[in-house]
């Protein structure tokens, strides 16, 4: 049997309220009675920023998000329906709601917790990011959106989501908390397998991403520069060696290119990449560069986590 709202005891009951010893009650009846006795509810805090945030911006370009209690408890509808694995249901119900309320905040997390649950982690991060783009302090897109990323093998965006949840989260919030855990397992990890603190592999991990666009975008030079600043943080970093060695073919610079290759594979002797593309680099004549239609751009280990799903 359904729990009703021990307020109205009309909706079902899905948050416990501090003011209630914890009872049940609706999304309507929470925005309703929410006041400062409520304390660190976490519907509270999260509608205390919004109104904090919207005075702030009043009258200039900043966000103001919006709030409307009956998508609210729709949306809550929803995530119930996802907690009790009914995925198609719950996806049917966000989409008519993202139709009609793209605006609302909670609306783009629910789809993005959704499309987590079908495994479609890219596809999540896209609404968790517009979900944070309406608000910044939906800390549970930023919870999401960090998890989304550990299931994509990008541990540097998702410490920067954990992060941002114990930026704007009070710390004795269950979301914060986990959040701080999180980070402590991904500097385990970090540290374990590259020796680097959580907050140098983050650095390396930008100015990585920064090299690898240099490279899409055929500055070759820039993307060198890039490539040796990660070989800075971490000198057996095995794609900053075969980015650098492709670099280099593209240059016509073959011997910096094999070398550049030949440290690749000894750090990684199934590195794929640098075994077709100096397969190719060999077949070219000194001083021949490679054609830029020769290779493609991927993020090896990314993609090769991805296949074993």
């Not at 408890?73 to 198609?88: C, P, Q």
């Not at 991403?209 to 990660?230: H, L, P, T, W």
């Amino acid at each position: 049997m359904k729990e009703k709202c021990s307020i109205c005891s009309k909706d079902k009951g899905r948050r416990e309220c501090k003011l209630k010893e914890e009872a049940k009650i609706c999304s309507r009846c929470c925005a309703e009675t929410r006041s400062p006795d409520c304390g660190g509810c976490f519907h509270y805090v999260q509608s205390e920023k919004y109104a904090v945030e919207k005075v702030k911006n009043a009258g200039s370009k900043g966000f103001i998000a919006r709030i409307d209690p009956e998508v609210d408890k729709a949306v809550d509808e929803a995530l119930e329906l996802v907690e009790k694995g009914k995925i198609a249901k719950a996806e049917k119900l966000t989409k008519d709601l993202l139709d009609k309320h793209p605006d609302i905040y909670t609306v783009q997390y629910a789809m993005g917790t959704v499309q987590a649950m079908k495994g479609n982690f890219a596809d999540s991060i896209i609404y968790f990011d517009k979900s944070v783009e309406i608000f910044p302090y939906c800390l549970e897109a930023w919870l999401n959106r960090g998890m989304s990323y550990i299931r994509l093998a990008d541990i540097g965006n998702a410490a920067k989501s954990f992060q941002k949840v114990i930026e704007f989260g009070n710390k004795d919030e269950d979301v914060v908390i986990t959040a701080r855990e999180r980070i402590r397992e991904l500097e385990g990890i970090i540290c374990k397998s590259t020796g680097l603190a959580l907050s140098d592999y983050i650095r390396s991990s930008d100015v990585f991403a920064q090299a690898f666009a240099s490279m899409n975008a055929r500055d070759y030079e820039k993307a060198i520069k890039g490539f040796n600043k990660v070989l800075g943080f971490e000198k057996n970093h095995v794609q900053s060696h075969g980015n650098l060695g492709l670099c280099y073919a593209l240059l016509g610079k073959k011997q910096e290119a094999l070398s550049a290759f030949d440290h690749a594979l000894a750090i990684d002797p199934d590195y794929e990449p640098a075994i077709g593309n100096k397969k190719i680099l060999l077949a070219l004549k000194d001083g021949e560069k490679m054609e830029c239609l020769q290779y493609e751009a991927i993020d090896y280990y990314r993609e090769k986590v991805n296949r074993k799903k």
